[in-house]
């Protein structure tokens, strides 16, 4: 109970406040102008939570992606564009809704089962983490060195491309880490003489190169989104309680699905509202109701993706292993805050962890009155024109690497090499989010893997041979393999059909 | 920008084989069998193996599949195709950053993120009457925002800051 008080001293101070309720609007804004993400918004607050306490940081972070995923909706409701790709499994649905003169119902789900979705992906966050932290004591290197591999494995899965490709961008991501002395023999490696390689390639810029500045250049290639005409709106929340007590199973199972994709590492909210989606139609009694603007799958949907994005802390918090794109900005942030992701957190930081908590509860409760205010302001919003929004973007990856890397301006040139980067590996199929994971997880593999080794001279039995580290790696191999299972189903289903 | 995927498979197998060659000639720490090469050795390895099933169209299977959902829920696109050399305008923020990482230490944050904003925001179809009250007034509000809130003092050059 002590450490629950001493928590919400944490938390009910002057700055978390205001980093809450700033980082809020903040999100909320990034996340309503078409084609920039929730993940480009965090990436572009890490050089501000450098300089706040830990709590408050942490609680930038955890607002800031809540609001940026739900006001994703607003474009996608009235603008039939995605403002984050979280929301682009059910624009066309939400869309539909407004032509049909239900904008304020559509707006009005997307922001309550948003809410609710986020409130039950705490709740798991809550239950299983302690859980399994008291569990995961017990592991040893080989043990994390398979959920390791695990984590990467699930991200190559999840990723909506070929997972070959993702699997080669996962390579490279772990490849990048090699770069430095920051290795088992501290040798210098890959670093062709150069001083500023020697300290690796820190995982901040690379990461605002890859989510921010590629936006920036993809925008540049596009064309500017249509203008959004002002439009009265009535009340956002009415009727959405019968909505609630009508379709009680959907959003149920809408946290559920949330919850268990954003366990998963590397999958995050955009994977759980397709998936989510997809169930929804499949499962429903009216099926050929879905995309002519029927609440049933826009419910699912929006319950799945912000439940998602609380649960994603859990390998995070527990492993270091990021559930998806934002939680593994989130665990560079804890490092920095001398939050190390690990089991103990829950045993020697256990107030920190109520405090994450609590963040979480009340960052989706302001969603509410907050979310509505934003609805209202979306035609300026919305509205803001992309020739003075993106050049700004743009110097703050300058700047916000920058700082973040020590006033050096080699982190700019990381910044610009890894937006190239991106920009060409997204062109071409191979998913960043993948590559991403791997330059966060890199190190950790590693360590695990050379310490393993040398504990068992070079064998490699011990790592299949412990009971554990048995289920993991077959989970991993498993994972490996799904692609191929799944590619010679379908040939087979196929050659049945013309045989039929 | 789209290249074959033989073309960004090879660039794979390319990388990947450096990383071998590379790792190998490493030095081992003394009297411990694995060392600083064990790890990109792997990779490398794996990555080699990952670029030859790409070059050979491995998977391309699960991306069609991907592209056609996609494509099916978002908007069609009313306009006509913007031309070609429209993404070479995709080089102009990474070029950009470059010039930072010149040009700040001399000529200071204010011209310079001054000058980037007015090219990218002219780049992106603003009028003068928008870009240049933008490219005076933007880099000022940061370098505020940078030098009182999170007092990270930015390059100075010929323009510092004026408190």
Redesign the interface.
Known sequence: MNTVIQAFGLVFQTDVMIAIVASAFYGLTVGALPGLSATMATALLV??T??LSPIAAIATIITASAMAIFSGDIPGCLL??PGTPAS??Y??EAYAMTRKGQAETALGICLWFSALGGIAGTLSLMLIAPLLAEFALSFSTYENFWLAMLGLMCSTLVA??????A??AM??G??IT?IGID?????P??TFGSTDLLGGIEPIPALVGVFA?AE?????????PPKLEHRRLGSILKGQIELTKKYPKQQTRGNIVGIIIGVLPGAGADMAAWVSYAMSKRFSKTPEKFGTGHPEGLIEAGASNNASLASGWVPALLFGIPGDTITAIAIGVLYMKGLNPGPTLFTEQASSMYALYIIFILGNIIMIPFGIIMIRLASRVVGA????V???I??????GA??TAG?N?FA??C???F??LG??ME????PVAAMVLGIVMGTM??QS??TS??KS??SILPFFSRPVSMVLSSMTIAALLW?VFM?SLEKLRARRAVAA | ???S?KI?GGV?VA??AT?FI??ST????PG?????S???M???A??VL??T??AFG??????EV?EA??AS???PDL?EP?PAW??W??????????F??LA??ALG?LPT?GI??VI???????RPK??VP??LI??FV?NLI?LK??????PGGLLPFPW
């Open positions: 050089p501000i450098f300089y039939r564009i682009a499994a624009t066309d909506r491309s070929s997972p070959i490709k699997i080669a390579l490279l772990l490849l090699c290795n088992p023999g501290g040798v490696r890959f500045l920036v250049m993809r925008a540049l290639t596009e064309r500017e024109p992309r020739s003075a993106m050049p700004v743009m110097i703050f990856c300058a700047v920058f700082s006033n301006l700019v040139w910044v610009a090499i937006g190239l920009f060409v062109k071409n199929g191979y593999v590693e893997f050379v080794l040398i001279d070079g692609p590619w | 920008m789209l290249l995927d960004t794979m990388l990947g990383a590379y790792g490493l030095p081992p720490v411990q069998q694995v060392g600083p064990a790890f990109p792997a990779v490398g794996a990555l990952c670029g099933l790409i491995i998977g391309r299977h699960f991306e991907a959902d996609v829920h978002s908007a306009h913007l429209w993404n305008l995709a080089l102009l923020p990474p070029a950009l950053l470059a930072y990482a700040s230490e944050f993120a980037m904003v990218a925001s002219l780049a992106f179809g603003a928008l870009a933008l490219a933007a880099p940061i940078f809130l999170l007092r990270v003092p930015l």
